[in-house]
């Protein structure tokens, strides 16, 4: 009996982890995205641009934390250490610092996506969300009133290509930004200054 325990229990694990459809739309994995919880620090692309239908596809994303020093990253913890603000990614000049492109121009407000704290994606779905290629200063702001709360000192590379999982960390093409900024990476995370926009 124990031996058929463990397997029901193992089963249902590998179901509620994975990367489904079903943990979009329904079940278990749609109450904990409704309260906040959507894998925070994880590559993002690995189910969006893998696993899931073509509507769920993102053309980058990533995970803003509250400080650098997160480490526990069972469901609890990331609520607590991720910054739960509405956030968009701008792809900066590095020559004049002026926007090249913004996701949130690729907003939609029927978006689960935004349920997850601290998540930085843009759609694929939506008109005008590919990046341009080149070398850009990276930006974390707030959405709705543009404001500075996170910003890269190094310049990111932007290939145009599509992402690959077998070279998710590319580094001609850094559109899953978890890869270097997740759980086992340096974080993203707001500016100290900038904290009191995470809810």
Same mark, same amino acid.
């Given at each position: 009996?124990? =031996? =058929?325990?463990?397997?029901?229990?193992?089963?249902?694990?590998?179901?509620?982890? $994975?990367?489904?459809?079903?943990?979009?739309?329904?079940?278990?994995?749609?109450?904990?995205?409704?309260?906040?919880w959507?894998?925070?620090?994880?590559d993002?692309?690995?189910?969006h641009?893998?696993?899931?239908?073509?509507?769920?596809?993102?053309?980058?994303?990533?995970?803003l934390f509250?400080?650098?020093?997160?480490?526990?990253?069972?469901?609890?913890?990331?609520l607590? %250490?991720?910054?739960?603000?509405?956030?968009a990614?701008?792809?900066?000049r590095?020559?004049?610092?002026? #926007?090249a492109?913004?996701?949130? %121009? @690729?907003?939609?407000?029927?978006?689960?996506?935004y349920?997850?704290? $601290?998540? !930085?994606?843009?759609?694929?779905?939506?008109?005008?969300?590919? +990046? +341009?290629?080149?070398? =850009?200063l990276m930006?974390v #702001?707030?959405?709705v009133?543009?404001?500075?709360?996170?910003?890269?000192?190094?310049?990111?590379?932007?290939? $145009?290509?599509?992402? %690959?999982?077998?070279?998710?960390a %590319?580094?001609?093409?850094?559109?899953?930004?978890?890869?270097?900024?997740?759980?086992?990476? @340096?974080?993203l995370? !707001?500016?100290?200054?900038? !904290?009191? =926009?995470?809810?």
């Amino acid at each position: 009996m124990k =031996y =058929y325990t463990l397997l029901f229990l193992l089963a249902t694990s590998f179901l509620l982890s $994975g990367c489904s459809e079903e943990g979009e739309e329904g079940g278990s994995a749609t109450a904990a995205t409704t309260s906040g919880w959507h894998f925070q620090g994880r590559d993002c692309l690995a189910c969006h641009n893998v696993d899931l239908a073509t509507d769920r596809k993102l053309v980058l994303a990533g995970t803003l934390f509250k400080n650098a020093t997160a480490t526990d990253f069972n469901n609890s913890q990331e609520l607590t %250490d991720s910054c739960n603000a509405d956030l968009a990614l701008q792809f900066v000049r590095n020559t004049d610092f002026s #926007v090249a492109y913004s996701t949130a %121009d @690729s907003y939609d407000a029927n978006s689960k996506g935004y349920k997850g704290q $601290g998540n !930085i994606f843009g759609l694929a779905r939506v008109a005008n969300s590919t +990046p +341009p290629t080149g070398d =850009y200063l990276m930006r974390v #702001v707030d959405r709705v009133s543009g404001i500075n709360l996170a910003q890269s000192t190094a310049v990111h590379k932007f290939s $145009g290509a599509s992402y %690959d999982i077998t070279n998710s960390a %590319d580094a001609t093409n850094q559109i899953a930004c978890n890869t270097c900024h997740g759980i086992t990476t @340096s974080r993203l995370y !707001i500016s100290a200054g900038q !904290i009191s =926009y995470c809810k």
